[in-house]
């Protein structure tokens, strides 16, 4: 699987909760893009943070 095959299948699984969000908290869907966003930043911060987190520990726990 292709990294962008990943993200458009990243993005269209957090599609559902989104509109659900939207119509339960009464928001207008101007707010959509906004949460689409944070969603895309927080997974692409997450996958850094992991990566950074996983070669500082290989560095100093070598096994």
């Known amino acids: 699987m292709s990294i962008i095959e990943l993200m458009i299948l990243v993005f269209l699984i957090n599609l559902p909760f989104v509109v659900i969000l939207r119509i339960f908290s009464g928001f207008g869907w101007k707010i959509v893009p906004l949460l689409m966003l944070s969603f895309a930043a927080g997974q692409f911060a997450g996958g850094k943070f ?12 070598q096994i």
């Open 50 to 61: 992991r990566s950074l987190i996983s070669t500082r520990w290989s560095e100093t726990f």
